[in-house]
């Protein structure tokens, strides 16, 4: 069964501190993992792709196939970092593709 | 700057009544995708299109809630009666259907029935 786990519903750090927001997934295929973010009163939006490999706002994900994980990571946080963020899987199936959310970390940084 | 839009962006009814929500994709995107966002389940897919045919509605719950895009510029959801567990926020995606692709998001939909 495709599905992912974000173990955490909620992450409070103190700003410069370093942050890691677990992400599983379960797919027999070849992943595509994406990590999207909404801020308040913001709508969802893209923070990075497993496939790009870039670094968005000091944000970086690599893809731990052995492990089945793709954990988002900043090494100092900052207030602005404090939003809802969301694991997404694209499964692909007859050459169509649907995404699967996690349930979400809501990340907030204190100061 | 092509966004998706929703609306209403807020809708408060009573249980038994009727809802729909509206949503306009980018122009251009194949795909369009409806979920539903609970502090509990997260982001929960509820149905996705694509070139105005639904692929997967298996997420949605058949008896009362439906799903149609009348043409590229409309797609809509569908509740009908509506539930007190109903209540959410709904939102609204599109995207150029490719594995690799960004879904783009609207603003959501906040339904409250009472």
């Known amino acids: 069964a495709q599905r992912v786990t974000q173990p955490e519903k909620l992450l409070s750090v103190f700003k410069g501190a370093p942050v890691e927001l677990k992400c599983n997934y379960s797919y027999s295929g070849s992943p595509e993992l994406f990590w999207y973010v909404q801020y308040s009163r913001q709508r969802l939006q893209l923070l990075l792709r497993h496939i790009s490999r870039e670094s968005i706002k000091g944000f970086t994900a690599d893809l731990n196939k052995g492990e089945t994980s793709f954990h988002l990571k900043k090494p100092f946080a900052q207030e602005e970092d404090s939003a809802m963020y969301y694991c997404a899987l694209s499964a692909g199936l007859s050459g169509t593709y649907k995404y699967i959310f996690g349930t979400g970390t809501r990340l907030k940084v204190l100061a | ?114």
């Open chain 2, 1 to 114: 700057d092509a966004r998706v839009t929703q609306t209403p962006r807020d809708k408060v009814t009573e249980m038994g009544q009727e809802v729909t929500m509206r949503c306009q994709p980018i122009l251009g995107h194949n795909t369009v995708f409806w979920y539903r966002q609970t502090m509990m389940q997260g982001l929960e897919l509820l149905a996705y299109f694509r070139n105005r045919a639904p692929l997967d509605d298996s997420g949605m719950p058949k008896d009362r809630f439906s799903a149609e895009m009348p043409d590229a510029t409309l797609a809509t959801l569908k509740i009908q009666p509506s539930e007190p567990r109903d209540s959410a926020v709904y939102f609204c995606a599109s995207g150029l259907g490719q594995g690799g692709a960004e879904q783009f998001f609207g603003p959501g939909t906040r339904l409250t029935v009472l």
